[in-house]
């Protein structure tokens, strides 16, 4: 059984997307799309702007949403996936290309969402960090025992784990990660505290979005970030797509169950490999591709 898999943000590069516009004319109608629903011309940033650039999280987010999701319709019959999945973000492309949301419901939501993030990073600083080398129990204990708001945030693959929260409960929990044996816990350069509580004032905006939105029934089992299972039901898809902005990515359990329930076979469709790297992290006998036209 063939997995898909969607990436989420820090996949992005300079000059992602332009082989694919120039290629599929599919594709190019998807890309030509998204700056009218926008409002501004991400094209252009994408295809030309600087690394610097795209790291803009109302940039980073719908670009990254673009490319996946006008890949895998360019694809047609070729996109046959008995399941779904997407790491944080790239569960929005997951759902278009699922046939649960439509393309231009779907960037509007990515965009909103990308805004009403950024919105709460300023509104409430915080950072995230990785920690190398630590069982997941080990982690959460730690992040327990620190005064203030720190928690795990993105279960990546085993022994990579992201933590999330107030920056001087993250520097202090990545004291105490190194203490308890951890081979590497650093700060990462990102914009908040994602995936935590922080996140609360996006959820809620988020949240009157998506309740607005049409849903509907998936072509294939989506394994979403909050419970790490095989979801069909579109009301229960919203509630776990509203819970993810202040819950963890359970991207190993996902990938666990997934293969659990039959995939052998994961093909990211997207920008970039993170995905595949970490999927032969948490299961070294299953095969994994980018997907191609």
């Excluded at 949301?101 to 990073?121: E, P, S």
Aim: glycine share 8%; aromatic share 6%.
């Amino acid at each position: 059984m063939t997995a898909y898999i969607f990436p989420g943000q820090g996949s992005q590069f300079s000059g992602m997307g332009r082989e694919l516009y120039e290629t599929s004319d599919i594709a190019k109608d998807y890309f030509n799309q998204a700056n009218d629903i926008l409002g501004f011309n991400i094209l252009d940033i994408m295809f030309e702007g600087s690394a610097e650039d795209l790291k803009e999280t109302k940039v980073t987010q719908p670009a990254i949403f673009i490319h996946s999701v006008a890949l895998a319709m360019a694809m047609g019959k070729e996109f046959s996936p008995n399941m779904v999945a997407g790491h944080s973000l790239g569960e929005f492309s997951a759902l278009v290309a699922n046939e649960v949301l439509n393309y231009d419901d779907g960037l509007r939501l990515v965009a909103k969402r990308a805004l009403a993030m950024q919105a709460a990073c300023e509104k409430q600083p915080g950072t995230m960090a990785a920690v190398l080398g630590l069982e997941n129990a080990v982690v959460e204990d730690v992040c327990g025992k620190i005064n203030g708001i720190v928690v795990p945030a993105n279960y990546n693959c085993p022994g990579q784990l992201v933590i999330s929260g107030e920056l001087s409960a993250v520097e202090k929990a990545c004291e105490a990660m190194k203490e308890a044996g951890a081979r590497r816990a650093l700060i990462l350069p990102v914009g908040g505290a994602f995936h935590s509580p922080l996140m609360e004032p996006a959820r809620e905006e988020l949240a009157k979005a998506i309740e607005q939105t049409v849903f509907g029934k998936p072509v294939c089992p989506i394994y979403q970030n909050v419970p790490a299972d095989a979801v069909t039901n579109a009301d229960t898809i919203k509630s776990n797509l509203i819970s993810q902005l202040t819950a963890p990515v359970k991207w190993t359990q996902s990938v666990e169950q997934m293969a659990k329930d039959g995939a052998s076979h994961f093909v990211e469709v997207g920008p970039g490999k993170v995905l595949q790297g970490l999927v032969k992290k948490i299961n070294s006998e299953a095969s994994v591709d980018s997907a191609q036209l």
